[in-house]
């Protein structure tokens, strides 16, 4: 994915106080992701390891049958099952349209233990450090990405108006955001990747309190890498690649990308280099997600 | 897996000249390792590609129902049906046996386009940087394994007498051996594993090419790394995990091991030390395949 850099004042908001109800923690919703699930495991066995928090937190496994067959998802990606057409629609029953069904049903804001917030945690194959992922402009989701920007000074990258890429699960609360950790093969928990993501949750959780509190300060300015685009591996006829992605952006993520950088590796062993898509002009783009397995 | 670390005389021993026939490549034997297939199709759509050579090659992708699928295998693993025993039992029909079975009806030394030398190309999420993994002590393997080590330095795991894990690819084949090439996630290509990968079998065949010239100059010592034991993670008395592997082993495959170094990070934070397991009085001892998915 390639994002451009956006600098934007933050203030103050509105509806910066969405913590008023219970807040919902997804892990595994790619059941290949095992970090997260491996950290609600141990606070499930030891509630006195959880983020303390005077908030009260609702922990739920995504998907539990991908989980427990080691998949990312079993009919298709439960991370792209939520819109509400889909949702609505009853001949739509592939097994996580009908999990997304029930979270909501369980714990969305209109569920029987609604829940008014939502942090989706996940990892990914690719250097993507510690970061964010908000979905549209909401001013909740902003206030609340730009509160962890002035804790932590993570990346956040803003998804939005993707036609191909549509029903992730946090736009069906009012407020929420993913959690993104890597690198991390698929299938691996790694102590490093665990305490990011504890500790990326926990100053979600200390914003939200302080939200609560009427006591939130935000920085002056946010910065988002905005979705521009999704960059395919150059390919052959058929769709095979004809190349994989150069060793000089290999683990680069966040990192600034101008025309003529090298970008991918020809199956010969020539350097592809970076050649904007017609329309975007923007000099330079920031490649996020690089090389991710799904 | 633990290894203990064994020097021995290599010598010329007799069977160093396997390479009369055809040799047999393998890729994808796990559906979820993509290197080796890359290169594999890079090749087919230009043999000029190929690693010079004048042996006949035979290449073949492992198991193409779970390379399609993105997954290690789809009912049983490949990579551990090869055992004469299940593959001469008709009420075995599991899609990855019946595979085995056709790989060698189609190149096994007595198949319809028999080869006499096979290597099975691997990639894993441990960082088992390049190697080599030998099943039992066949005079041939060895030979082969002690004129890459003399020509790359490469590590070589001799694995044997593991009851609970049989059944491998290359033990089918009079002379064979796995080359291991980590760290990558499964499902990512990677250009420093596509590399390794490459090399480690342009190596392979320029060995066997001087072995059938009669050439073939062996070191005067062949460094083995012989399986030990398989160490668990640590488990609550339900099987789920209650530790993992600790940050300062993550990633430190072939480096020795001592009793007392730390090996595990408890869900509360605290360090595990190796504690060796009954009976095991070597001291020290070399981890491999830390951490790998699979």
């Known amino acids: 994915m390639v994002a451009a850099e956006v600098r934007a004042g933050a203030g ?15 892990a595994g919703t790619h059941g290949n992701e095992l970090n997260a699930p491996w950290l609600f495991d141990a606070w499930q066995r030891d509630p006195s390891r959880r983020p303390a928090c005077d908030l009260e937190l609702v922990l739920a496994i995504g998907n539990p049958a991908a989980r427990a067959a080691g998949r990312r998802y079993l009919e298709r990606d439960l991370n792209r099952s939520f819109d509400p057409d889909r949702l609505a629609d009853a001949g739509s029953r592939e097994l996580e349209v009908d999990r997304a069904r029930q979270l909501l049903a369980d714990h969305g804001p209109a569920g029987a233990d609604p829940c008014l917030v939502a942090f989706d945690l996940h990892s990914t194959t690719a250097s993507m450090g510690n970061s964010l992922v908000v979905y549209g402009q909401r001013p909740a989701d902003l206030a609340l990405a730009a509160g962890l920007q002035g804790r932590l000074g993570l990346p956040i990258y803003l998804h939005e108006a993707d036609a191909v890429q549509t029903g992730y699960l946090v736009e069906r609360w009012p407020c929420g955001l993913v959690i993104e950790v890597g690198p991390v093969p698929q299938g691996v928990v790694q102590p490093a ?23 939130l300060q935000l920085p002056r300015q946010l910065v988002l890498h905005h979705h521009l685009c999704s960059l395919d591996l150059p390919r052959h006829g058929d769709g095979a690649p004809r190349g994989v992605i150069h060793p000089r952006r290999q683990g680069r993520d966040w990192q600034p990308l101008h025309p003529g950088d090298p970008l991918f590796l020809s199956e010969a062993g020539e350097t592809l280099a ?7 002009g923007l000099d330079p783009v920031w490649p996020v997600f690089i090389n991710e397995a799904a």
């Open 12 to 26: 103050q908001p509105e509806g910066t106080s969405p913590a008023k109800g219970k807040v919902l923690l997804v």
């Open 274 to 280: 970076y050649d904007p898509p017609a329309g975007l």
């Open 193 to 215: 990747i665990l305490q990011q993501t504890r500790l990326a949750l926990e100053a979600a959780l200390a914003v939200l309190m302080e939200a609560r509190a009427g006591q």
